[in-house]
C-alpha cells in the first residue's frame, strides 16, 4: 500500500534480532499516542514489516516505537529496535 517497506528488529540482550511480531507493530500504528501526525502514515504488513510513507522520518519512528515498546513492556530496559528501510524491487 505504501512506498516504503522497513524492517523492525528486535534486539535483545545478547545481540541476536528477531522479527518484532505484527501485533506490537500494530499496537503501534493504530493509536495516535504521540500526537504526531507524521506516524498516520504506517500500515503494519507482517511481523518484523512495516509499509510508510514517504514522509515518516526513521530518525524518529525508532525511538518512538522502542518508547512505546517499553510503556507497553514488550522491550526489556537492554534491549533495542533496529528500523531498517528494505531496498525497493
Known amino acids: 500500500m505504501f512506498v516504503r517497506r ?3 528488529q528486535r ?6 534480532r ?3 511480531p505484527i501485533r506490537w507493530i500494530d499496537n503501534f500504528a493504530m493509536r495516535n499516542f504521540t500526537n504526531d501526525a507524521v506516524f498516520d502514515d ?8 512495516l509499509e510508510a510513507g514517504t514522509r515518516v522520518p526513521l530518525d524518529r519512528l525508532r525511538p518512538a516505537m522502542e ?3 517499553r510503556r507497553k513492556g514488550y522491550l526489556k530496559r537492554d534491549e533495542g529496535l533496529d528500523v531498517v528501510e ?4
Do not use: M, N, Y
Open 42 to 49: 504506517t500500515l503494519p504488513a507482517a511481523d518484523g514489516l
Open 6 to 8: 522497513l524492517s523492525i
Open 86 to 89: 528494505l531496498e525497493t524491487r
Open 67 to 69: 518508547d512505546w515498546f
Open 11 to 16: 534486539i535483545d540482550a545478547l545481540g541476536a
Open 18 to 20: 528477531h522479527a518484532c
